[in-house]
T-cell receptor, first 115, second 110 residues
Framework: DSGVTQTPKHLITATGQRVTLRCSPRSGDLSVYWYQQSLDQGLQFLIQYYNGEERAKGNILERFSAQQFPDLHSELNLSSLELGDSALYFC??????????????FGEGSRLTVL | EDQVTQSPEALRLQEGESSSLNCSYTVSGLRGLFWYRQDPGKGPEFLFTLYSAGEEKEKERLKATLTKKESFLHITAPKPEDSATYLCAVQARNDYKLSFGAGTTVTVRA
C-alpha cells in the first residue's frame, strides 16, 4: 500500500460527459502528479501541483483541468469526454516538489471507460 | 523532448534463468534515471534511482546499472513473483516530471 488513495477505482460514462477523479496523497507529501496510462501510449505526464500551486504541465488537453486543495488532496476534471480519453489515470505523490527526487508513490489508479 | 525506449517489449523466462532489460534514453542533461515495477491493475512501485554513469543499485534479485546512453535492469535467478512490467523513466535537470518508457513485461514460469 503506497498510501496514495484514488477514487473512484472504476468509472464508466458516455461521450460528452464530465467526470472528476480524486486523489489523496500520502500523509506529509506536498506534491501531487497526474499521469494517464493507455495501452498505446504508456504513462504520460499530465500535470503537477506542489502545496496548492501548479508546478509543471505536460501534454494535458484543454478539456482537462486539475487543482490541489488546502488539505493537499487533488482533483482531475475531465470534460467533453471522447472515446480516446478511456485510460487509467494515476495520481502520484512525493514529499518534495522540486526536481530532486524521482521516487513517486503511485495510487492504484482510476480506470475511465468512455462509451 | 526526452525519449525513453525500452526493449524487449516482453520477456518470458524460466525460473532461475537470468536476463537483462534495456532502457535507452535521450535527455537534455540527465538528473536521474528511475526504475519502477508495475503489477497488473496496480500503480507503479519505485525500485531504483541512478544519477550518474557507472552507478549500480541492487535489490534482492534485481540490479540496475547506468551508462551515458542506457540503463540495464538485470534479473538474476528470477522467481515467478518477479513477473511484472518494469518501467524506466528519466528526469531532466531543472524539470519536475518523469518521462516513462513503454515498459518491458516479464513473465517468469515455474
Amino acid at each position: 500500500d503506497s498510501g496514495v488513495t484514488q477514487t473512484p477505482k472504476h468509472l464508466i460514462t458516455a461521450t460528452g460527459q464530465r467526470v472528476t477523479l480524486r486523489c489523496s496523497p500520502r500523509s506529509g507529501d506536498l506534491s501531487v502528479y497526474w499521469y494517464q496510462q493507455s495501452l498505446d501510449q504508456g504513462l504520460q505526464f499530465l500535470i503537477q501541483y506542489y502545496n496548492g500551486e501548479e508546478r509543471a504541465k505536460g501534454n494535458i488537453l484543454e478539456r482537462f483541468s486539475a487543482q490541489q486543495f488546502p488539505d493537499l488532496h487533488s482533483e482531475l476534471n475531465l470534460s467533453s469526454l471522447e472515446l480516446g480519453d478511456s485510460a487509467l489515470y494515476f495520481c502520484a505523490s512525493s514529499l518534495s516538489g522540486g526536481a530532486d527526487t524521482g521516487e513517486l508513490f503511485f495510487g492504484e489508479g482510476s480506470r475511465l471507460t468512455v462509451l | 523532448e526526452d525519449q525513453v525506449t525500452q526493449s524487449p517489449e516482453a520477456l518470458r523466462l524460466q525460473e532461475g534463468e537470468s536476463s537483462s532489460l534495456n532502457c535507452s534514453y535521450t535527455v537534455s542533461g540527465l538528473r536521474g534515471l528511475f526504475w519502477y515495477r508495475q503489477d497488473p491493475g496496480k500503480g507503479p512501485e519505485f525500485l531504483f534511482t541512478l544519477y550518474s554513469a557507472g552507478e549500480e543499485k541492487e535489490k534482492e534479485r534485481l540490479k540496475a546499472t547506468l551508462t551515458k546512453k542506457e540503463s540495464f535492469l538485470h534479473i538474476t535467478a528470477p522467481k515467478p513473483e518477479d513477473s511484472a512490467t518494469y518501467l524506466c523513466a528519466v528526469q531532466a535537470r531543472n524539470d519536475y516530471k518523469l518521462s516513462f518508457g513503454a515498459g518491458t513485461t516479464v513473465t517468469v514460469r515455474a
